[in-house]
T-cell receptor, first 112, second 114 residues
Framework: QKEVEQNSGPLSVPEGAIASLNCTYSDRVSQSFFWYRQYSGKSPELIMSIYSNGDKEDGRFTAQLNKASQYVSLLIRDSQPSDSATYLCALDSGAGSYQLTFGKGTKLSVIP | DVKVTQSSRYLVKRTGEKVFLECVQDMDHENMFWYRQDPGLGLRLIYFSYDVKMKEKGDIPEGYSVSREKKERFSLILESASTNQTSMYLC?????????????FGPGTRLTVL
């Protein structure tokens, strides 16, 4: 059974700081990795995808992937109160499957 | 932009009722999924479909069935609703492009079974 582990939080950071969210996974066959943001009472929204080792930047968001160490992280620079949400890590199930395995999410709170 | 819509945001049903949840996507995606999300349990896959009239069981299919008669529409059916099926139900769709597997979610249906 593929496992995706995230610290449930809450992770509290002051406004303007860098928030660092981490995710580890158990299965080496995964090739596609995703970060979703979910506001309370809303559905998950895709914010980042990453497929290769290294960093991928999109505005204030940077996704980092290290397949050898089996972790993927999300950095949020200049955190804003509007970034307060639960962040879900997801990865593909490998072997041509179109299923994703989701972590249970890390709750981020940005303090004004 | 990808748009996935679900028939209801909130739904209240009684035990034993048959419940239909509808999902429609407008991006010509091959794959569609139904999840439920419960506090502390995360997202759990109920069923998915990778083609019209095709369906595959996910992790928790018991008590549910699905229908996909048209590419853009994927329905989840609770044959006889029970209180333990009270949950947030999320539909997602994805292009089915090998190597990307992206999924886009609808707004969700919060179902309460009394």
């Amino acid at each position: 059974q593929k496992e995706v582990e995230q610290n449930s939080g809450p992770l509290s950071v002051p406004e303007g700081a860098i928030a660092s969210l981490n995710c580890t996974y158990s299965d080496r066959v995964s090739q596609s990795f995703f970060w979703y943001r979910q506001y309370s009472g809303k559905s998950p929204e895709l914010i980042m995808s990453i497929y290769s080792n290294g960093d991928k930047e999109d505005g204030r968001f940077t996704a980092q992937l290290n397949k050898a160490s089996q972790y993927v992280s999300l950095l949020i620079r200049d955190s804003q109160p509007s970034d307060s949400a639960t962040y879900l890590c997801a990865l593909d199930s490998g072997a041509g499957s179109y299923q994703l395995t989701f972590g249970k999410g890390t709750k981020l709170s940005v303090i004004p | 932009d990808v748009k996935v819509t679900q028939s209801s945001r909130y739904l209240v049903k009684r035990t034993g009722e048959k419940v239909f949840l509808e999902c429609v996507q407008d991006m010509d995606h091959e794959n569609m999924f139904w999840y439920r999300q419960d506090p502390g349990l995360g997202l759990r896959l109920i069923y998915f479909s990778y083609d019209v009239k095709m369906k595959e069981k996910g992790d928790i299919p018991e008590g549910y069935s699905v229908s996909r008669e048209k590419k853009e529409r994927f329905s989840l059916i609770l044959e006889s609703a029970s209180t333990n099926q009270t949950s947030m139900y999320l539909c997602a769709s994805g292009p089915g492009t090998s190597g990307t597997d992206t999924q886009y979610f609808g707004p969700g249906t919060r179902l309460t079974v009394l």
